[in-house]
């Protein structure tokens, strides 16, 4: 398994304004998510962040909008920008550990309410 | 298209009782399957998960869950509920043998716990 943390643990922001989230994972990992959790709802992937490449964004998602890096093995961050209070969420990085699995561990996750 | 359906958005068991969450799949390879738990608040904790071999997994917390590919499904089971198990449950679905796919959620279940 990993160990992962997430800054911040919760915000309030303004609309118009912009965030970034941050992702620390206690070990080397190749793959990266972002996923989206809105109220009441299931998980949405955003993007894969990959060290040393463009992230890769799902269908509604875009990077102006979403803008990721992954400068290490270890460590990303995801910016929401320009919020609208459409954006409030839970966001939640995770990691795929273990070669030939996809099974992933979730970071506590950051909740995000948009004003 | 891939997609994971959980049939019911909130069940009400007492304490002591037995518990099945129902999770079907539709995926057109042999997929990973996983269940993962919510608690309010919190991240989410993966409580067990099926890549191959025996269908019946055994997972944390006393759960278990069986594959039955025939059906399906994946259904998550313990036979005796304590009151901390009140949370959201999440059934996902991965791709088989490739390590950093992301997953798919089903809308989850939302478990109440009676005294």
């Known amino acids: 398994s990993a160990v992962i943390s997430q800054k911040p643990s919760r915000d309030i922001c303004q609309r118009g304004t912009s965030l970034t989230i941050q992702c620390q994972v206690d070990?080397?990992?190749?793959?990266m998510f972002w996923y989206r959790q809105q109220p009441g709802q299931s998980l949405t992937l955003i993007a894969t962040?990959?060290?040393?490449?463009?992230?890769?964004?799902e269908s509604g998602f875009v990077i102006d909008k979403f803008p990721i890096s992954r400068p290490n093995l270890t460590f990303s961050t995801l910016t929401v920008s320009n919020m609208s209070p459409e954006d409030s969420s839970i966001y939640l990085c995770?990691?795929?550990?273990?070669?030939?699995?996809?099974?992933?561990?979730f970071g506590p996750g950051t909740r995000l309410t948009v004003t | 298209a891939q997609s994971v359906t959980q049939p019911d958005i909130h069940i009400t068991v007492s304490e002591g009782a037995s518990l099945e969450l129902r999770c079907n799949y539709s995926?057109?390879?042999?997929?990973?399957l996983f269940w993962y738990v919510q608690s309010p608040g919190q991240g989410l904790q993966l409580l067990l998960k099926?890549?191959?071999?025996?269908?019946l997994v055994q997972g944390i917390k006393g759960f278990e869950a069986e594959f039955k590919r025939s059906q399906s499904s994946f259904n998550l089971r313990k036979p005796s509920v304590h009151w901390s198990d009140a949370a959201e449950y999440f059934c996902?679905?991965?791709?088989?043998?490739?390590?950093?796919?992301?997953?798919?959620f089903g809308k989850g279940t939302t478990l109440s716990v009676s005294s």
């Open positions: 995926y057109g390879a042999t997929p990973y």
């Open positions: 995770s990691v795929s550990v273990g070669t030939g699995s996809s099974a992933q561990y």
């Open positions: 070990s080397q990992v190749t793959m």
């Open positions: 099926y890549f191959s071999g025996d269908t």
């Open positions: 962040a990959n060290q040393g490449s463009e992230a890769t964004y």
């Open positions: 996902a679905v991965g791709a088989m043998g490739q390590a950093g796919t992301a997953l798919i």
